[in-house]
């Protein structure tokens, strides 16, 4: 995080707030909270700019993505060193979480939002393709509220931004108080690349800020946070009748069949688990091994565990914890499976040797259900291991949870790694992969029970920032209007019989 500090309001009457590293404690600088005024102000601002977004082709809309991103190879330090700054994540993090899935996310809409986007002609079934034409016009929504979380700052900043500006909508970003001075630099990375004033605006500021954003007359909100905050949102959205997607927490499962690459595995687990210190929505928070395999895998896993480095700088595996909150939460759930039977196989404190928030990357075995470790998000660079007799029990317990995000299944066989994907709850599977879905631009990524509402990414995302408007055109020139009334009884006769026509006979079916 950056650990976050009430400070006394400044003359305007704004609140302010002081951040200062989570790995390092040093300080980062301070930022101001927005209120309701400045969120009404800023949506009458950007409503002005998106008249004429909204006008501009696609492929010139996509013109400023590629400038955008010209920018970003040009400035990738400052990503790197920002994001590094608020979260104290290894560098090779920032490279491939922030740097490498932005540059991928502006090229691929660059490339590929036009043809999403084209207005579809679409044929009608039936008698129907005799008498109407239908055109589907993906219009731009308005202005879209942004609200991100802090574990990818910079990712989860831009990627909702990108699809909704390419779409043609004006965008308000409010990044987490945690981590705002990576939503600051995407407003730089904008302005530099030519973005027209107003289109994309910055609102720093914590929960009251984000509040106020969705009240402030939005046309959508884009919401990426926890299960808690994602609740509140939807009902504020709910009064104004806007639409909103939810980008919620998860408790990804891993399951690892008999079959397996045992190193493979191992190594997915690893990375899964403490890959951005375990802070990833679709990160592995528990896994099921079958039992005949269980011993191997676990040994395998410890011994990898044991040769992470964690660290401030320099070279090294797993990072800080981003705020002291999520710290409070892993220490909770610890105590909690200690204290009802969990092992600790290695790590299992915080880190002594390092004066910021680090937490050691921990395995647990003897875990079962009964504990907070398996059921809630722990969001930490914990591994429970818990030992099941075959892959339906492995199944049944992935699915006993309140969320449904992400998972991920390890077998030699993929098409039964398939079969067992679609067994599981959740928004999306890995079959011998971990984590990867959001980084997947083709793939909809989206939460099912508690981890979300909607979808992102992809055509779906992209067109969710839209309203599909049907077209409908009359072949005739709208001559059958004209012979509508008066209704009579030998008219209503005959349509009977013609309905009974059409689906009374197999025929009629086949040609309905
Ligand atoms: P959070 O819910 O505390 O905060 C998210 C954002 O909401 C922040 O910008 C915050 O200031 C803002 N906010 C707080 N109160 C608000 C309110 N009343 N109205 C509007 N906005 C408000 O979440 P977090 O702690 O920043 O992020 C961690 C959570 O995000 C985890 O649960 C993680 O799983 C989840 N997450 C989900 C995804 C996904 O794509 N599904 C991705 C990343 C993170």
Redesign the pocket.
């Known amino acids: 995080m950056a650990i976050v500090t009430p400070l006394e309001p400044d003359s305007s009457g704004h609140r302010r707030l002081a951040l200062a590293s989570p790995a390092t404690l040093e300080p980062l600088g301070e930022i101001e909270v927005h209120d309701e005024a400045d969120a009404r102000a800023a949506v009458e601002r950007a409503r002005k700019a998106q008249s004429e977004w909204a006008e501009l082709p696609v492929s010139e809309r996509a013109r400023y993505l590629v400038s955008t991103l010209e920018i970003l190879l040009e400035r990738q330090e400052d990503v790197i060193s920002t994001v590094i700054g608020e979260t104290g994540k290894p560098r090779t993090e920032a490279i491939q979480m922030e740097v490498f899935a932005v540059g991928d996310a502006l090229n691929y809409y660059a490339k590929n939002a036009e043809a999403i986007l084209k207005t579809e002609k679409r044929k009608l079934h039936g008698l129907t393709q005799w008498m109407k034409r239908l055109r589907i016009v993906y219009r731009p929504l308005g202005v879209v509220g942004v ?6 700052p910079f990712v ?1 900043a831009m990627n909702p931004t990108i699809q909704a500006l390419v779409a043609g909508n004006a965008v308000i970003l ?5 981590t705002p001075f990576s939503g600051l630099l995407a407003a730089e990375l904008f302005e530099a690349a030519g973005l027209p004033e107003g289109l994309f605006q910055v609102l720093t ?3 009251e ?3 106020a ?2 009240r402030a007359g939005l046309d959508k909100v884009s ?8 609740r ?2 939807a009902v ?1 959205c709910a009064e104004q009748l806007i639409p909103c997607t939810l ?4 408790k990804d499962a891993m399951i690892v069949c008999e079959d397996v690459n045992l190193d493979y595995a191992a190594g997915g687990a690893v990375a899964g688990a403490f890959m951005n210190t375990g802070q ?3 990160g592995t928070e528990r896994v099921y091994v079958v039992d005949s395999v269980a011993d191997a895998f676990t040994q395998k896993v410890v011994e990898r565990v044991a040769e992470l480095r964690q660290g401030v700088e320099g070279e090294f595996d797993v990072g800080a914890i981003f705020w002291p909150q999520q710290l409070d939460v892993i220490e909770e759930h610890m105590a909690d499976a200690r204290a009802r039977g969990a092992t600790v196989l290695t790590g299992g404190r915080r880190n002594p040797d390092l004066e910021g928030l680090f937490y050691e990357p921990t395995v647990l075995a003897d875990v079962d259900h009964s504990m907070q470790i398996m059921q809630q ?1 722990t ?1 930490g660079p914990i591994l429970p291991i818990m030992r099941v007799a075959g892959e339906a029990e492995a199944i049944e317990l992935a699915n006993d949870s309140e969320y449904g ?1 992400g998972g991920n299944v390890w077998t030699r066989d993929s098409a039964k790694g398939i079969r067992i994907a679609e067994q599981i709850e959740s928004g999306s599977v890995c079959v011998n992969d971990m984590t990867m879905t ?1 980084g997947v631009q083709e793939a909809p ?1 989206g ?1 099912r029970k508690q ?2 509402i909607g979808q992102v990414n992809g055509a779906t995302g992209l067109r969710g920032y839209c309203h599909a408007e049907p077209i409908i055109v009359d072949r005739r020139g709208g001559k059958m209007a004209d012979s509508r009334y008066p209704y009579r009884a030998k008219s209503d006769a005959g349509l009977q019989k013609f309905i009974r026509l059409l689906w009374g006979t197999s025929l009629g079916r086949w040609l309905s």
């Open positions: 609200i991100s979380p802090w574990n990818g989860l409010k990044p987490s108080e945690v500021g914590d929960g800020t984000g509040a954003l969705c919401f990426t946070g926890s299960v808690a905050t994602g509140k949102v504020s980008e919620l927490g998860g990833y929505c679709c998000e969001f995000l959001y990524f939460g981890s979300g």
